[in-house]
């Protein structure tokens, strides 16, 4: 079936640090992959997506590359600041008809000063 | 437009009572899922509904119910409560069709706390 796989956390970085959060798939066919963040307190918010393989989403210095032959979604930003510190989760969908989202487990990120 | 809404955000039952939560989605949307976060479980998927239908269900016991009434809003019941039960309930809401239609925008959830 379905899954998707993300490195484990909790993350811990200093502030201006490269972020690398790891996240793999399985599915059939192509399905939209999408990137959440949950700041504490709060529901989950859409940070950036890619629906087709080689796609790069993109937003607020994140960034996420399809890649088709790797199965891989990973999260990097170039330099983390002391709010980005939440949860983020890495998640699939095929299409959008029957089938539901599958989320992974989440990754707890901790940016220090 | 407005975002996704929750209702209420916190709540306090005790074990053996019955809960109903309600969230009302983006206009336009007609697809409402709903998910229960727990630190130890996580992210679990309870189940979807669009037009008026559900048309996915996680692995829940019965006593998890839904529905969606015809303006999109949706509703999630919750009869007998048990300590494990308490968490933090997400309310999704997406097109449910059509180009970016899978794209699911959340609301800030009901905690549900079970005495």
């Known amino acids: 079936g379905n899954s998707v796989t993300q490195m484990e956390g909790p993350v811990t970085l200093s502030e201006e640090a490269f972020l690398t959060i790891n996240c793999t798939y399985t599915?059939?066919?192509?399905?939209?992959l999408f990137w959440y963040v949950q700041y504490p307190g709060e529901g989950l918010q859409l940070l950036l997506k890619?629906?087709?393989?080689?796609d790069k989403g993109s937003n607020k210095g994140f960034e996420a590359t399809y890649r088709k032959e790797t199965t891989s979604f990973h999260l990097e930003k170039g330099s983390v600041q002391v709010s980005d510190s939440a949860v983020y989760f890495c998640a699939l969908k095929r299409g959008s008809g029957y089938d539901k989202v599958i989320f992974g487990p989440g990754t707890s990120l901790s940016v220090i000063p | 437009k407005a975002g996704v809404t929750q209702t209420p955000r916190y709540l306090i039952k005790t074990r053996g009572q019955q809960v109903t939560l309600s969230c009302s989605p983006i206009s336009g949307h007609r697809s409402v899922s709903w998910y229960q976060q727990t630190p130890g479980q996580g992210l679990q998927f309870l189940f979807e509904y669009f037009s008026e239908t559900q048309r996915n269900k996680g692995n829940f016991p019965g006593r998890f119910s839904g529905r969606q009434f015809s303006n999109s809003r949706s509703e999630m019941n919750v009869s007998t409560l048990e300590l494990g039960d308490s968490a933090l309930y997400l309310c999704a809401s997406s097109p449910g069709i059509g180009d970016g239609g899978e794209t699911q925008y959340f609301g800030p959830g009901t905690r549900l706390l079970v005495l």
């Open positions: 890619a629906t087709k393989a080689d």
């Open positions: 599915a059939t066919g192509y399905p939209s």
